[in-house]
């Protein structure tokens, strides 16, 4: 077999279908990209409709075949209602991306209750609901990757982590048990975790520069992340390449977790 052949027939995801949530912007637009142009079927979830029909125009110009899905995720309602528009677009999904989240840290003492609820909402909740939908379609069919984005405020405090630090470490722990009750039937979850990477998520952070140097020296690269850093991941845990790798927490951060 030619390296070209072989690396294909490993990593290729031509006749899968993916459900990208928040694949319009930031690193969700990276994977979108990294996974449509592996050959997978994608349709994006997000709210704002505009970076939906830019990204899905570029994809499709590329020849890719991509569709989205506008909807409120920190409802249970609307997360229900997007999981069905999705799953009627290319069909149930061999691979769900949960990226969508939200991201406000108010001090503690100032962390209300509206804040709380609407964190869960978003970054827990939304990717709890969605596997439940699709997780079971993926074990009878013998095949499913689920793909969570954490961050490294699931592992420490710092930067106000607030409620958004618990909601990313409840997310791994959501890997965990999605790992646990599929991955007999083939179905793999895992985290990817972020290093500080300059996207509107993080727009906090990036409007001060003094901290977004002392972060990129925290690196052993000396840089602060890309989207594009996770496109290879993103491919990887999508694909059969990454069959045995199941409930885990990898970090793509530059070595930020361990300098």
């Known amino acids: 077999m030619t390296s ?8 290729s995801l031509d006749g899968r279908v993916a459900v990208v949530t928040g694949g319009s912007s930031g690193i969700g637009r990276a994977i979108t990209g990294a996974l449509a142009r592996a050959g997978a079927s994608v349709v994006i979830v997000a709210r704002t409709e505009r970076q939906l029909e830019e990204t899905v125009q570029e994809l499709t110009a590329e020849g890719c075949r991509a569709a989205w899905v506008a909807a409120d995720l920190g409802t249970r309602d609307g997360v229900r209602g997007a999981a069905e528009e999705a799953a009627g677009v290319f069909g149930e999904p061999d691979i769900l991306v949960n990226c969508a989240g939200i991201n406000v840290r108010p001090p503690m003492g100032e962390l209300g209750e509206d804040v709380w609820d609407t964190t869960m909402a978003v970054n827990l909740d939304a990717p709890f609901l969605l ?24 592992h420490r405090a710092f930067v106000k982590s607030g409620a958004y630090g618990v909601s990313k470490g409840a997310l791994e722990s959501l890997a965990r048990s999605q790992a646990e009750a599929w991955s007999p039937y083939g179905v793999t979850a895992n985290t990817l975790v972020p290093g500080f990477v300059m996207t509107a998520l993080n727009r906090q952070l990036s409007s001060d520069p003094e901290k977004v140097a002392a972060l990129a020296a925290r690196t052993m690269t000396g840089r602060n992340g890309l989207a594009e850093d996770f496109e290879g991941a993103a491919v990887f845990l999508a694909s059969r390449a990454s069959a045995y790798v199941t409930g885990q927490s990898i970090r793509v951060d530059g070595g930020f977790s361990v300098h």
């Open 131 to 154: 596997g439940q939908r699709f997780g079971p379609g993926m074990a009878e069919r013998g095949f499913g990757r689920i793909i969570h984005i954490s961050s490294q405020q699931a």
């Open 4 to 11: 070209q052949a072989y690396l294909s027939d490993l990593f």
